[in-house]
Each structure stands twice: as C-alpha cells, then as structure tokens.
C-alpha cells in the first residue's frame, strides 16, 4: 500500500521527535560527563566532584540525601569574586572552604540546614576563584585552616 502524502508528514514528525529525543538524550548523558579529582589538603586526599560550569556550579551538592566520608565538591570558577553560597534543598550540614591560589583564605563550619522559610547563605570575606564543601565537622577533625595548601590532584575521569 503507497504512503500518502498525509501518512508521509506524521511519519517524518515522529522521525524529527525521535531525532530531537535522541540528540538530548546523548547530549546529557555522553557529553556533559561528570567530572571527579582528588584536592589535597594537609596531607589528607577529598575524591570531589569538579563543579566548573553554571549548571553545575548552581545545581552544587542540593537534593543529595548524603555526602560520604572524606569526599566534596569542588567549586572552581574562572575570576576572583565574594561568593555567596545558601543551603537551599539541603540535607545535611556542611563545612565549606574558601580557596583563593591554592591556599584556604575562609572556613564556615557546620553551615546549618535551612530551617521552615528561613534558608542559610554563608559569603566568602575576600574574592576566591574555589571553593570546597565537605561534610559538617571535616575541618574541626581534620585540623584544617586558614592558610593550609590546596591541590588538585587529578581531574575529570
């Protein structure tokens, strides 16, 4: 049976549909890989997650139910600037470091959790072009501070 001209178009449009589909699948899952390293810091190794772009660096750690021992997320920018960070959709407290050149200029410690309406920003005292979260009290066991070295170790995987 030949193909009308009707049939041919509702052919070609669930073929676009399925083209479009495909191209965004492939895009979010093949090209915007996650990217992982490992920061250094007074002799103790963090595996992070790299947050390096706007998506990421706004999608940040919010929504996890958890973070594991001895892990974070890195956030590194591309200038120096205050940065301002809120614990919106966050589940658990955090420690967040302010790095400016591979050295700690800021700790917050025990960031609290956002409370009814009432959501935590914490801001860096001086520009930064990183900063790391880990796990509330990973500072205090750690003895990490103020002037300790920064290394990014390893990048995306």
């Known amino acids: 049976m030949p193909l009308t001209f009707k049939n041919k178009f509702y052919l070609s449009v669930v073929f676009l549909i399925i083209v479009v589909f495909l ?27 790299i947050a390096d772009n706007t998506t990421r660096r706004n999608k940040g750690l919010s929504g996890r139910a958890k973070l594991d021992s001895n892990t974070g997320m890195l956030f590194i920018y591309p200038d120096y600037a205050i940065r301002s960070f809120w614990m919106k959709n966050m589940f658990f407290s955090l420690d967040i470091i302010w790095i400016k050149d591979n050295r700690i200029v800021g700790v917050e410690k025990n960031v609290s959790l956002p409370i009814g309406a009432y959501i935590p920003v914490v801001k860096s005292s001086d520009p930064v072009n990183a900063v790391l979260e880990v796990n509330a009290g990973f500072c ?18």
């Open 23 to 49: 191209v965004l699948f492939v895009k979010q899952n093949f090209f915007e890989k996650n990217h992982y390293g490992t920061v250094r810091i007074g002799g103790r190794n963090i595996a992070v997650e």
């Open 140 to 157: 205090e066991k750690n003895n990490i501070k103020i002037g300790d070295a920064v290394s990014l170790l390893t990048g995306e995987k």
